[in-house]
């Protein structure tokens, strides 16, 4: 059964840090994009940042470049999103996603190149 599990969030001041994990299981790892996106109340999902299978290449949506950064355990199966200097406006429901794909490219910040979703956790920056 394929499973990712996001963990990290809560609440936290304007300027503080969050460390978001997503734990995998269920399927091959190392063969799978993994991204995280968000998606704050009335608004789409957007894609935040990713990392390729392929060439560990990662890509950042330009509202958390600087911000945010995305790493991968492979032995453990996870992935990180180290946030720093939050802004109100980050304030979302933060999703895992895993995509089977072999090419990397920003375009893994789409929503539709993933398979599998995890339940999100949420991420509360007050001002």
């Known amino acids: 059964e394929v499973q990712l599990v996001e963990s990290g969030g809560g609440l936290v001041q304007a300027g503080g840090s969050l460390r978001l994990s997503c734990a995998a299981s269920g399927f091959t790892f190392d063969d799978y994009a993994i991204g995280w996106f968000r998606q704050a109340p009335g608004k789409e999902r957007e894609g935040v940042s990713c990392i390729s299978s392929s060439d560990g290449s990662t890509y950042y949506a330009d509202s958390v470049k600087g911000r945010f950064t995305i790493s991968s355990d492979n032995a453990k199966n996870t992935v990180y999103l180290q946030m720093n200097s939050l802004k109100p406006e980050d304030t979302a429901v933060y999703y895992c996603?895993?995509?089977?794909?072999?090419?990397?490219?920003?375009?893994?910040?789409?929503?539709?190149?993933?398979?599998?979703w995890g339940q999100g956790t949420q991420v509360t920056v007050s001002s």
């Open positions: 996603a895993a995509g089977r794909t072999p090419y990397s490219g920003s375009y893994l910040l789409g929503i539709y190149e993933y398979d599998y």
